[in-house]
């Protein structure tokens, strides 16, 4: 079945660095969305990759998705405080008459003052 | 806030009970999921209803069902409890329960903890 893996699986960086989190599918996707759960808290959306190559940006966040479709990242300049948390890349699954995200297995990042 | 609301926030039940969660999309969601997060499963997806209609299904254990009311809040059912059951269970919505690559909102979540 569907196994998506993401490195590092933690992370710990000052504050101003830079961050990186690789997500990779053994199987060849249609879309990935990627999720950021802060600490004791529930996984919120941040955005949606479809197309081969695409790159999307939101503000400090760089987000892409692989020509292959088979692997995507998310890049966050200049790190805050505020960026600490669980990243998680999900791929959108249609099955049957349904769907469903499966979660990879996520990139806890911490950043220190 | 997502707008998702679920209860209870926490949970303490013994082996070999059984336990209702409860979860109310956000207004006009028509899809409700459910997933269980665990330090050793990660965040797993359990099941998907549409418009109260079951429409996926993922690794959720025979010990466990689920449905969706008319109202389209649902209820995760969980019996004949195990220890390995403690976990945070998510349920999420979204507008759409096909063709469209909807974004889902989480709610809180409930703390199930098994003694």
């Known amino acids: 079945g569907q196994q998506v893996m993401q490195i590092p699986q933690y992370q710990h960086v000052q504050e101003g660095e830079d961050f990186t989190t690789y997500c990779n599918s053994s199987?060849?996707?249609?879309?990935i969305q990627w999720y950021k759960q802060r600490p004791g808290g529930h996984p919120v959306f941040l955005i949606q990759?479809?197309?081969?190559?695409e790159v999307k940006k939101q503000k400090r966040l760089t987000f892409q998705f692989g020509e292959a479709k088979k692997n995507s990242s998310l890049h966050i300049t200049a790190t805050q405080t505020t960026d600490v948390g669980t990243y998680f890349c999900?791929?959108?699954?249609?099955?049957?008459?349904?769907?469903?995200?499966?979660f990879g297995t996520g990139t806890q990042l911490k950043v220190e003052l | 806030d997502s707008g998702v609301t679920q209860t209870p926030k926490h949970l303490i039940t013994a082996t070999g009970q059984r336990v209702t969660l409860r979860c109310s999309p956000r207004?006009?969601?028509?899809?409700v999921y459910w997933y269980q997060q665990s330090l050793d499963q990660g965040l797993q997806f359990l099941i998907q209803?549409?418009?109260?209609?079951?429409?996926a299904k993922g690794n959720i254990l025979e010990r466990f069902s689920a449905q969706q009311f008319p109202d389209l809040h649902s209820e995760l059912n969980l019996s004949s409890l195990e220890l390995g059951d403690s976990a945070l269970y998510f349920c999420?919505?979204?507008?759409?329960?096909?063709?469209?690559?909807?974004?889902?909102?989480f709610g809180p979540g409930t703390r199930l903890t098994v003694l």
């Open positions: 199987t060849t996707l249609s879309n």
């Open positions: 999420a919505s979204s507008g759409s329960g096909t063709g469209l690559y909807n974004e889902q909102f």
């Open positions: 209803y549409y418009n109260g209609e079951e429409r």
């Open positions: 990759l479809v197309k081969s190559g």
């Open positions: 999900a791929p959108f699954i249609l099955t049957g008459g349904g769907n469903k995200l499966t």
């Open positions: 207004s006009g969601d028509l899809s």
